[in-house]
């Protein structure tokens, strides 16, 4: 306690009693640990971008994973993420109004948007969980995940195929595709060399730690990580979102003089939908 | 607590006129669909690229590029950095984009090296 006093008094910065770069020590720090945490953000998709092109075709590609959307049938690739996306991007704007609220001293417009902002990051949460869960459960078809054995690709070059992800051509089960590419197409194994391929391997559905119907086990490692460690950030700031927004309805800041407390938890909202932006690009999109 | 002890108000606080406010939420609802538009524009590349006729890697430096376009404006508006000093600005750009470039450049070289043993040693 007694630090927070000198630190309001001015006195734990030196040189004058002036904060460095006119901003409170509260704003400074939270900007500082943005920094550090955007930096292991980059490094995880660092490691993502460096996996996914040394794995080139065996990696499966986002839009043909998730394809889900509430209460429709058939494919959207892309629509549900770029819908979370919309979300999240919602969330930040209702932040920086109640923001703007708070510099005008407006308790009402604070509490409005603050609310909002609440309802925007619950939501968000929601629909990761659901993604979470069609990713886990997997498709009603399923993959075959090959045993040991080799297959000679058209241009000669042979391939072991323990742990590949074959997946079927489509619901009658008549054809495989391997994740190797002739002429832009998958390679089809069908009749006895199929067959054999189905009883040596093994069919799996859905993903976890170390199976993946899609494809790459590490495209799921990757996948629980970086949007794990994503949602655990929007977690926690909504958290401290609500406690904020407990502390303004009980007009905390009315007395206090000032919503700095609103503009601190808005950067760190602010940069969860900053990261979100990146991983909807790398994870999703590219 | 600590802030009724002081008597002056606290001086780092922003406080702005109805005036001021009608400005800034103008400009937040600009930067919004600003936000929105380039997000649309991803996700249609992304569906209908094919039909565009255009090279996958075009795609992605596009994709790329609008990213940096977005997370410009998140940080620059809605995190309000644009607006503070400039040491403030250096503090959080500089060391970040050194070590991103550090990130990207080991990324690149680790991986020409990997694709390299691969082609020598299987």
Do not use: C
Not at chain 1, 25 to 40: E, I, N, P, R, V
Not at chain 1, 139 to 157: D, K
């Amino acid at each position: 306690m007694s630090n927070a006093i000198s630190v309001d008094k001015k006195e734990a910065w030196g040189g004058g009693g002036k904060s460095p770069f006119g901003a409170s020590y509260g704003k400074l720090m939270m900007w500082f640990f943005l920094m550090s945490d955007a930096l292991s953000f980059t490094g995880f998709l660092a490691a993502y971008g460096f996996y996914r092109h040394y794995y080139g075709a065996l990696w499966p590609s986002a839009e043909n994973v998730f394809t889900h959307f509430p209460f429709m049938h058939g494919d959207h690739p892309l629509l549900y993420v770029a819908l979370m996306t919309f979300i999240l991007i919602m969330s930040s704007v209702t932040m920086v109004l109640a923001v703007e609220a708070g510099h005008r001293m407006n308790k009402k417009g604070v509490t409005l948007w603050m609310g909002l902002t609440l309802i925007g990051g619950a939501i968000f949460l929601g629909s990761q969980a659901w993604e979470w869960a069609h990713f886990i459960h997997g498709s009603e078809l399923g993959a075959i995940e090959l045993g040991r054995g080799s297959f000679t690709l058209p241009n000669g070059t042979v391939e072991l195929t323990k742990g590949i992800i074959a997946r079927w051509s489509d619901e009658s089960k008549q054809a495989l595709l391997l994740p190797w590419k002739e002429a832009g197409e998958y390679i089809q194994v069908t009749g006895a060399q199929m067959q054999e391929m189905v009883a040596n391997g093994h069919e799996i559905h859905g993903a976890n730690l170390t199976h993946n119907e899609y494809g790459h086990p590490l495209f799921g490692d990757f996948f629980f990580f970086i949007t794990g460690f994503h949602g655990t950030h929007v977690f926690s700031g909504v958290v401290l979102n609500f406690v904020v927004f407990v502390n303004i309805l009980m007009g905390t800041y009315e007395k206090r003089g000032h919503y700095e407390m609103v503009e601190k938890v808005g950067l760190y909202w602010h940069f969860v939908d900053l990261v979100w932006v990146f991983v909807f690009t790398f994870f999703y999109l590219v | 607590m600590s802030h009724s002890d002081d008597n002056k108000p606290y001086e780092y606080a922003v406080h702005h006129s109805e005036e001021e406010g009608k400005k800034a939420r103008k400009r937040i609802w600009l930067i919004f669909w600003v936000l929105l538009a380039i997000t649309t524009v991803e996700v249609m590349l992304g569906i209908f690229w094919k039909e565009i006729g255009i090279s996958w890697f075009l795609v992605k430096m596009t994709f790329i590029v609008l990213t940096i376009f977005k997370a410009f404006y998140i940080v620059a508006e809605y995190m309000h950095l644009k607006h503070e000093k400039t040491g403030l600005k250096n503090t959080i750009i500089v060391p970040f984009v050194l070590l991103a470039l550090y990130l990207i450049y080991h990324v690149i070289t680790e991986g020409q090296y990997s694709a390299d043993f691969d082609r020598f040693f299987y």
